[in-house]
């Protein structure tokens, strides 16, 4: 039991894995209809990976970025530059020839190797991450401005891209990708779907591994230290803006991976990944799932994404915008933790209910303890 | 010297209309500290409106005075948008006073449910708002074409940013108004009904974004995500100009507004604009507070 109490995020996460992992069994079985479900599958699990950035910046240091989807993107792109090149065999792409273009742009070059791409994936989103980090928080712009300036940040890159169309294909996106392990539509490609599948949940558990290693230690201590009282860390001796900085970096790289493996699953990527919606979107997720624990942002990505994904099949999108709006107004005012603040702020009084009887054992034995001990101080 | 002037004109002109939609968020941002992200909604009710007022004008009244529609469509759209405000205030940002991020999250859900409703009842097809035929064409002056509809925002803008600044520094309620902003407790002392001054403060500015939306609605087509166009600059324009402060508000409003046309000379607009926002960004990190700074001792704001 003490362990479970210990370490409940943990069996919850393995809980997760297991199910996930089951899930391209039980389509090999026919138990499942369609590979639909395991590539939305996968897309949650790319999801869940951005949301644990989101979770560390937001839920741990409490700095709310609403420019999230700059680096989600940006990720993608680098992938799907990739993953472009690879089925066009290096050669220019068409929407290249309709922007006037006769050879492959210099930008384009890197992304003709996978570890360049790779490297550019996490390097590009992490730079521009850590100037501007740097700079804010040098500067100690905080709270509500922070989040103002993130928002017109991914604005700005979002018009930029589009308005680049020759290199990014603007609004339309770079489209018709086939994934690392190559085609992953249709029966006979399932063998590179599972693959990419159990590789993406690999690198979550992972990601995972690593997020909660960093919380559980000093490190996690001091940024929550930073959420709750900036003044008295910094009056602590602590460089905050370093922290900070760190912080946003690795939640940036975190959403670039995210969106790399979200473009592999989506066989597509697009600038509206870039918008200030679809960043506030991310946080959504980490809302309702519960911000400040890492099992809450793999939680709520998964959660909201699947309730979505079975409203919209059901042809409800109309009431899918109403009901995530009111859940997250109500979650925001009324239930700060979220659903993992609920389960552990109900959980333990649930499983009280249940060893009543040992609980009052335990209970008679404290309070003839604490007699005996008034006993003998009194007399 | 005549295509300095049409830039001039277009450069005042994308000022007012920055202008008028931030106007709203100088008062819920500015003087509450609330982040409402569901400000470009409210726009969206007050073009809506518009829309509405026009087609129920057509459908009742003769066709002589159909163009005085848009005389009723501005108060109209005030009011939608004001007595949104209003119950928006009740019902949630009330509760989120002391948390000032969360309330910019809870804004965010409540916009989601607007642009929901917004499709569900005008439909996803954006709609088309005829101007009057008073605000239809322009006037020519030596080569340069100055539209009658722009010229009608511009002296839109100039109403709204005098009055609010009456209500806000020459009348009673404007007194009670900074009063409980800069010393709640102590206003409260006073005998001022601060959850009063509250909400009508907070539904002012809602009602600053109908008529915004009303002159929106001249612009283009209005569709559910209009707001959202302007939302980003209106923010920003708050922030540059120095949260608090009426004055800023309309400086930072202009310096984008005429940055971005001066910008489109040399570039397209969707990228002058992204360009402007980023040198706004990079200003900001010399002064975090903005032009006109509050003076203020306290460590924690």
């Known amino acids: 039991m003490k362990f479970l109490k210990k370490r409940e995020d943990i069996v919850c996460f393995a809980c997760i894995c297991i199910l996930l992992a089951f899930m391209p069994i039980l389509l ?88 360049a791409a790779m490297l550019l994936m996490i390097l590009v989103p992490g730079g521009i991450a850590a100037i501007v980090g740097y700079f804010i928080f040098k500067n100690r712009v905080k709270g509500v401005y922070f989040s103002i300036i993130s928002q017109a940040l991914a604005w700005a890159a979002y018009s930029i891209f589009i308005a680049l169309s020759p290199y990014t294909n603007g609004n339309v996106g770079i489209t018709e990708i086939k994934s690392v392990f190559g085609g992953i539509k249709g029966p006979s490609n399932q063998r590179n779907m599972f693959l990419l599948f159990y590789a993406s949940l690999l690198l979550m558990i992972l990601i995972f591994a690593f997020c909660r290693f960093l919380a559980g230690r000093k490190f996690g201590k001091i940024l929550v230290a930073i959420r709750d009282g900036e003044n008295r860390a910094y009056f602590s001796g602590y460089q905050v803006s370093k922290y900070k900085t760190f912080v946003y970096v690795l939640s940036a790289i975190l959403a670039a991976i995210g969106g790399a493996v979200f473009a592999n699953f989506n066989g597509s990527i697009t600038p509206s990944q870039m918008t200030i919606s679809y960043s506030i979107t991310m946080v959504i997720w980490v809302a309702i799932g519960g911000r400040g624990t890492i099992i809450g942002a793999v939680i709520g990505a998964f959660l909201v994404n699947l309730c979505e994904y079975s409203l919209s099949s059901g042809g409800l999108v109309e009431i899918w915008q109403y009901i995530i709006g009111a859940v997250f107004c109500i979650t925001i005012i009324f239930f700060k933790g979220g659903i993992t603040g609920l389960v552990s702020k109900y959980f333990p009084i649930i499983l009280k209910k249940l060893s009543k009887q040992d609980n009052i054992n335990k209970n008679i034995g404290k309070i003839e303890r604490s007699r005996a001990y008034e006993h003998s101080n009194g007399s | 010297m005549a295509q300095f002037i049409n830039t001039l004109f277009n450069a005042v002109s994308l000022s007012s209309i920055v202008l008028l939609t931030s106007l709203g968020l100088a008062v819920t941002f500015g003087l509450m500290r609330v982040i409402n992200m569901a400000h470009g909604e409210f726009v969206m009710v007050g073009a809506y409106a518009t829309y509405a007022v026009q087609n129920l004008f057509s459908a009742i009244f003769p066709k002589s005075i159909q163009p005085l529609y848009y005389f009723v469509a501005i108060p109209a759209a005030f009011a939608a948008a004001f007595a949104l405000g209003s119950l928006l205030e009740f019902f949630i940002i009330s509760r989120l006073y002391k948390r000032v991020v969360d309330s910019l999250l809870a804004t965010w859900g409540i916009s989601l449910i607007l642009q929901q409703a917004a499709r569900s009842i005008f439909g996803t097809q954006g709609v088309n708002v005829t101007a009057p035929p008073f605000l239809q064409g322009g006037i020519f002056i030596g080569g340069c074409t100055f539209s009658y509809n722009r010229i009608f925002i511009i002296a839109l803008v100039g109403i709204c940013v005098l009055s609010v600044y009456l209500i806000m520094y020459k009348s009673g309620f404007g007194k009670q108004m900074r009063a409980v902003m800069q010393n709640r407790a102590m206003a409260q002392c006073m005998g001022i009904n601060s959850r009063m001054v509250d909400n009508v403060t907070f539904a002012i500015g809602s009602g600053l974004a109908g008529i915004a939306g009303c002159s929106v609605a001249l612009l283009g087509s209005v569709d559910s995500t209009v707001g959202q166009n302007y939302i980003v600059n209106a923010f920003m324009a708050v922030v540059l100009g120095g949260v608090g402060k009426l004055l800023g508000t309309v400086l930072g409003a202009s310096i984008i507004g005429s940055a971005s046309i001066f910008a489109e000379n040399y570039t397209s607009s969707s990228i002058a604009k992204a360009i402007v926002l980023l040198i706004v960004i990079v200003f900001l990190q010399k002064r975090p507070q903005g032009l006109f700074v509050i003076k203020n001792r306290s460590l924690d704001e």
Do not use: E, R
């Not at chain 1, 079985?29 to 910046?57: E, Q, R, T, W």
């Not at chain 1, 472009?84 to 190797?113: C, E, N, R, V, Y």
């Open chain 1, 28 to 115: 090999n079985y026919g138990v499942l209809s369609s590979s639909s479900i395991v590539l939305f599958l996968g897309k949650c699990i790319a999801f869940a990976i951005a949301a644990i950035g989101i979770d560390l910046i937001w839920g741990y240091t409490g700095i709310l970025s609403l420019g999230h989807g700059l680096y989600f993107a940006l990720g993608g792109y680098a992938m799907a530059m990739y993953l472009k090149l690879q089925s066009t065999g290096g050669k220019i792409t068409d929407f290249m020839h309709t922007g006037g273009m006769t050879s492959l742009p210099l930008i384009w070059k890197p992304f003709l190797s996978l570890p």
